[in-house]
Structure formats: structure tokens, C-alpha cells
């Protein structure tokens, strides 16, 4: 069994302080009001009724709302693309390593419903310095899925290579499955974060990387080159 994540939104050292714990404190706060009503909707108000902190303790620790919304956003993919890399680092078998990178993403997402709501519906509200350092983490995140993913088909397929067009409709539909769970996950009917994260490998890896697969994925390859050459380069998603 997989070692549970961190149960905390923000970290806090080991020798911490009253000022971290305050921190940590305020980012799980901020993270249920951005959840309840969005970024637009939400104040630093609402987030001092929330807390009891007032308007001078918020702004000691955050100037701005942004600098709340980077700060969730930035410690929720940290925290998961660490212990991921932790987690790979003991396994070498491609197959495995995809379970891994399934399990990882679901057990986290399971744990911090609200955490997820606003990494993916608050996806493009941060600009400029903030927005570019999330997008790069984002990248690296997407980029090691996409290697995972193209070791399995190697593995299955003798050494045999998918097409860019069919990795990126593999991985983007693996985000889409997990990334969403919070709208339906319900914990006291649903499976566990260990048995849907099975469930969920099982049918990705059936279905994506199954008997046949690699050729109706060469097919559907050849056919999205021929769209393109016609169309031009298609846009990127914020994930590469």
C-alpha cells in the first residue's frame, strides 16, 4: 500500500513556528472559500469571517489575493509531483510505474477535494510571473505522464513507438478521469483511493494499451497528421 499523502494544504518544517502553523492555517481557509465561491466571488473578507483573522493578520501573511491563489496552487502540485518522484524512484517496471502515477494523482485528490476544485477551475486566472512559474510545473507534470505512458506501449509493443497525436489523447483523458473525481467521489459508496486508483489503471491500460490498440492508434496517428498538414499546428493545452 502506497504511503499516505501529506494531510495539510501548506507545509510546515519540522521545527516549526507559530508564523508557519499560522500559514498553513490560512492557505486550508483560503482554499475552502476559493472552492465555495470561486476566485472572482471570493474576498479577503470572506476569508477573515472564515478564519477570525482579521484584515491586518490576512494582509501580514498575503498582500493580495493572487499571491493566496498561487500559493494553493503551487503547494498542491508540489506536494504532488514530489511524492510521485519519490514513489517512481522505487520502481522500475513500466506498468507498475503508471499505477503509481494513477495512484498518486487519485489518493491526493481524494483527500483534498477542495484543493483539486480550485487547481482545476481556477486553472488560467494567474498572469504574468505567478502564472508562467505554475504552467512550467504543470508541464513537468503532463511531460512525465506522457513518458510513462509511451514506456508501457514500448513495453507492450515490442519496442514499437505511438504517435504524438495518440499519447496526447491518452494522457488528456487520463487527466480528465482523475481530475474530476471530486464532482462525483463519494466516500461513503465509492471505492477507496487505492481500489479506484486500480480500477481506474485497469481500464486506461485495457482500453488505451490493449490488444489492437496500437494499431487503431497508428491509424487514428496517420489520419490527425493528414488534419494538421491542411489546418496547421494545433494549440497546446495548459498541461504541455
Known sequence: MATPL???????????????????????????????????GASMRDLSRLSGI?????????DSKERLLYSIQKHTFSTILDRLRK?????????????????????YALARH????????????????????????????????????????RQRRNGAR????SIRTAVMSLFGTMNWLYTWHNPKSDPDAETLARHISDLFLQGMLGP?????????DSSTASRTRRRGPASRNAYE
Open 6 to 40: 501529506v494531510q495539510s494544504q501548506s507545509p510546515v518544517p519540522a521545527a516549526d513556528t507559530r508564523f508557519d502553523r499560522r500559514l498553513s492555517e490560512i492557505l486550508d481557509f483560503a482554499t475552502e472559500v476559493f472552492a465555495d465561491k470561486g476566485y472572482e
Open 54 to 62: 482579521s484584515l491586518a493578520g490576512l494582509y501580514y501573511y498575503f
Open 87 to 107: 514513489r517512481l524512484s522505487q520502481e522500475s517496471d513500466p506498468e507498475q510505474r503508471l499505477r503509481i502515477f494513477v495512484h498518486n494523482h487519485v489518493e
Open 114 to 153: 477542495n484543493a483539486m476544485k480550485v487547481l482545476s477551475h481556477e486553472d488560467d486566472v494567474l498572469k504574468n510571473g505567478y502564472g508562467a512559474e505554475l504552467a512550467a510545473i504543470k508541464r513537468s507534470y503532463y511531460r512525465i505522464c506522457v513518458g510513462l505512458v509511451e514506456e508501457v506501449a
Open 162 to 165: 505511438l504517435g504524438p497525436a
Open 212 to 220: 489492437g490498440a496500437a494499431r487503431r492508434l497508428r491509424k487514428a
